[in-house]
Antibody
Framework: QVTLKESGPALVKPTQTLTLTCTFS??????????VSWIRQPPGKALEWLAR???????FYTPSLKTRLTISKDNSKNQVVLTMTNMDPVDTATYYC???????????WGQGALVTVSS | DIQMTQSPSSLSASIGDRVTITCRAS??????LHWYQQKPGKAPKILIS???SLESGVPSRFSGSGSGTHFALTISSLQPEDFATYYC?????????FGQGTKLEIK
């Protein structure tokens, strides 16, 4: 049974760095072909893909946020971590992690973590 | 980036209606097109992958079609549980972009 769960602060101040952790079970990111992504959704708005990390530690970022994002993994803990620097109120959103399966489909999602950026 | 444009942005329909949502890519994405359903307060759920492959457990009233840059999601006979927001997504190349969503509401 595949599950993912996001954790991190619910509230961050502008200019601070956000660190989110995705803890998953039911698969290993050490297995060839496995990938995990982060996706966010501002309140009432559409989904926005942020980053991807692969089993071989390849990493991809959305170009508009590339300078602010870092994705990493800890296979021993079954965790993927996303950091986003210089947070701004426009970054207020629900942040999801999702497993990527064959054909790059997001087949399992976490429940999401709402992050509010406010002073 | 590949832009994904869905239409309509919102749609009112009745139980039993047949509805179609379209998705257009700004360049050819071959068959790398997927559809998700999202209900309020919940994470998206994969419905259809690679244009027309129904995911396990998804009712057969859902179907997908298209190729290249034009794609469609059809629900043949709307049921109460189908009222939700639907997103298309391309996985042809990163960044993996989503459409802006289509909110399907009860008429």
């Amino acid at each position: 049974q595949v599950t993912l769960k996001e954790s991190g602060p619910a509230l961050v101040k502008p200019t601070q760095t956000l660190t989110l952790t995705c803890t998953f079970s039911g698969f290993s990111l050490g297995t060839s072909g496995m990938r995990v992504s982060w996706i966010r959704q501002p309140p009432g708005k559409a989904l926005e893909w942020l980053a991807r990390i692969d089993w071989d530690d390849d990493k991809f970022y959305t170009p508009s946020l590339k300078t602010r994002l870092t994705i990493s993994k800890d296979n021993s803990k079954n965790q993927v971590v996303l950091t986003m620097t210089n947070m701004d109120p426009v970054d207020t959103a629900t942040y999801y992690c999702a497993r990527i399966h064959i054909n790059n489909v997001f087949d399992y999602w976490g429940q999401g973590a709402l992050v509010t950026v406010s002073s | 980036d590949i832009q994904m444009t869905q239409s309509p942005s919102s749609l009112s329909a009745s139980i039993g209606d047949r509805v179609t949502i379209t998705c257009r890519a700004s360049q050819s994405i071959s068959g790398h097109l997927h559809w998700y359903q999202q209900k309020p307060g919940k994470a998206p759920k994969i419905l259809i992958s690679v244009v027309s492959s129904l995911e396990s457990g998804v009712p057969s009233r859902f179907s997908g079609s298209g190729s290249g840059t034009h794609f469609a999601l059809t629900i043949s006979s709307l049921q109460p549980e189908d009222f939700a927001t639907y997103y298309c997504q391309q996985s042809y190349t990163p960044p993996y972009t989503f459409g802006q969503g289509t909110k399907l509401e009860i008429k």
